[in-house]
């Protein structure tokens, strides 16, 4: 997945091999440590905040999710520390492959010192569903899974009609860091009548090149609204999009076809349903270009 600040929601690992089949602990965990926004929001999702010790400092959390965790410890800043994890005595940790990603050593140490740990790795909507019915059961709350996912998968927009739309999702750097075709967002721009010109990456998040996003000719571009490590804000991201010379001729430049959405509703988690309200006027305004 991503190196995100994080872009989801799963056949889930843990440490290792593939756990995504195997049986929860019987005994359901009551000392939660969520590494992620995501998995944060997944836990307040379901009803169980009380089982929360310890989160990340929340960077992209929806503002009801803030104030469910408003008295939940933060752990401390910077790179994250397994012994510092661990003196929370913790019975499951949570987080994206992100993580580990950013911090490849961290789930081999937690589990050195017996930490459970459960990182997150979505392929798809369904894994999506997959991983939140999984994580119901761990946490005592199938109920609050079930019944989400049931509402979640009514609310998904119906297949449409009509020329497709090229969209090129731009995270942020130099080279460009995006979307590909195992992230759940490629799956709703289908379902938008869109394409993800980087669908056919078998990859979650990747990083291409500027002359790969030019041959793409999207017709669209969405840009997360985020800084992150040092990398431009949206305005910047912004200006270097339209600076970008081999760009210059795409139809998603030459019609000042960007948008910006938040980070979250692209990423692995509950927030991406509210992508398709977000995308689809743009949608429909790059469709009218390309029908001209």
């Known amino acids: 997945m991503r190196h995100l600040a994080f872009g989801s929601i799963l056949c889930m690992i843990a440490c290792g091999p593939d756990r995504s089949h195997e049986e929860p602990p019987t005994s359901s965990p009551t000392r939660v440590v969520s590494l992620h926004d995501t998995t944060t929001e997944m836990v307040v999702l379901l009803g169980r905040t009380d089982r929360l010790v310890a989160i990340t400092e929340p960077r992209f959390l929806s503002d009801e ?43 081999a140490e937690l589990a050195r010192i017996g930490v459970e740990t459960w990182f997150m790795d979505p392929v798809g909507l369904d894994g999506l569903w997959q991983v939140t019915a999984e994580l119901g059961r761990r946490l005592d709350a ?6 989400w996912i049931a509402r979640a998968r009514r609310s998904l927009p119906a297949p449409s009609g009509g020329p497709v739309v090229d969209v090129f999702l731009y ?11 195992r992230a759940p967002v490629t799956e709703l721009l289908d ?14 998040w990747a990083t291409v090149s500027w002359e790969a996003v030019a041959q793409a ?9 985020y800084p992150w490590q040092g990398q431009a804000d949206v305005a910047g991201k912004t200006a270097r999009l339209r600076g970008q010379s081999l760009l ?13 959405v938040p980070l979250a509703v692209t990423l ?10 977000l995308l689809a006027p743009a ?10």
């Open 171 to 181: 995270d942020c750097c130099d080279p460009p860091f995006t979307a590909g075709g």
């Open 142 to 147: 199938s109920p609050a899974a079930d019944a």
């Open 191 to 204: 379902r938008l009548g869109a394409r993800n010109v980087f669908a056919d990456l078998d990859q979650d």
């Open 248 to 260: 210059a001729a795409t139809p998603a430049i030459q019609h000042d076809a960007i948008i910006t």
């Open 283 to 292: 949608i429909d305004r790059a469709r009218d270009e390309v029908d001209r």
């Open 268 to 277: 692995e988690g509950p927030r991406v349903l509210e992508l398709p309200g």
């Open 65 to 107: 999710a803030l104030r469910a965790v408003t008295d939940v410890p933060r752990l401390p800043g910077g790179p994250l520390s397994a012994e510092a994890i661990a003196a929370l005595h913790p019975d499951l940790v949570l987080g994206t492959d992100v993580v580990g990603e950013q911090q490849p050593s961290l789930p």
């Open 217 to 225: 000719d999207p017709d669209l571009i969405v840009v997360h609204d």
